[in-house]
């Protein structure tokens, strides 16, 4: 199966999957590292694998960059846009904290946080972090975390062919049910713990009344 996967699918899918997560507002649609580490396991070799890597790093710095123009042209209005107080605005503030206290910092290491990173560029641009501090940033995150996950589902890919091997095309649905249900169940849980942190902040917004 991982070896009837053209290459060029391969390049495609990483490439467009990054681009989608990691602009803002899909990264709570799409799990970029599963996917990424997902699509790296069809990788037949370690040039192909030094391909999906470059591409996939350009991809994370393109969606970045977008969401940096958007807060720059929006400023911090964008903090009221419908979008953000979908995705939280106390998310985007501890984002704009980050930001104010650590700067490009900031903008690095929220590249491997799901979520943080969909925010971080927009609220950086918002926030009025100068280019020439978000571009070197972005450049060293997305290149760091675009060489682990390819290297991790390269790595898993003879994992897998063991897998495909004895268990065959039933084994792969089963496992593929198994992971939707689990991801099902982690969005349930964490919905369920963000509504038990609104009405938390809604008893302490009343009792301060």
């Known amino acids: 199966m991982l070896n ?8 495609l899918v990483a490439g467009l999957i990054t681009l989608g997560e990691t602009t803002l507002g899909i990264g709570l649609v799409l799990p970029g590292e599963t996917v ?7 990788v037949p070799d370690v040039p192909s694998a030094v391909l999906v890597t ?6 994370a710095m393109g969606g970045d960059s977008i969401g940096y123009t958007i807060g720059r042209k929006l400023g911090p209005r964008l903090r009221e846009s419908r979008l953000i107080r979908r995705m939280g605005q106390d998310k985007w503030d501890d984002a704009a904290r980050t ?3 650590h700067g490009s910092w900031a903008v ?28 070197p940033a972005v450049v060293v995150g997305a290149t760091a975390w675009a060489t682990l996950h390819v290297a991790a589902g390269y ?9 495909e091997h004895t268990f ?27 509504a038990r942190r609104q009405e938390a902040r809604e008893k302490v917004a009343a009792l301060r009344e």
Do not use: D, N, Q, Y
């Open 36 to 42: 990424l580490i997902a699509a790296a396991m069809a």
């Open 108 to 135: 690095l290491c929220a590249r491997f946080l799901p979520v943080v990173r969909t925010m971080t560029p927009a609220a950086a641009g918002a926030s009025g972090l100068p280019l020439r501090r978000f571009l």
């Open 54 to 59: 470059g591409v996939v790093a350009v991809a």
């Open 4 to 11: 009837s996967v053209p290459l060029w699918v391969v390049v």
């Open 155 to 163: 790595l898993l890919r003879e994992a897998a062919e063991k897998f």
């Open 99 to 101: 930001l104010r206290r």
């Open 168 to 194: 065959g095309l039933l084994g792969w649905v089963l496992l593929g049910i198994g992971v939707v249900a689990g991801m099902i169940a982690w969005k349930v849980r964490r919905r369920r713990a963000e």
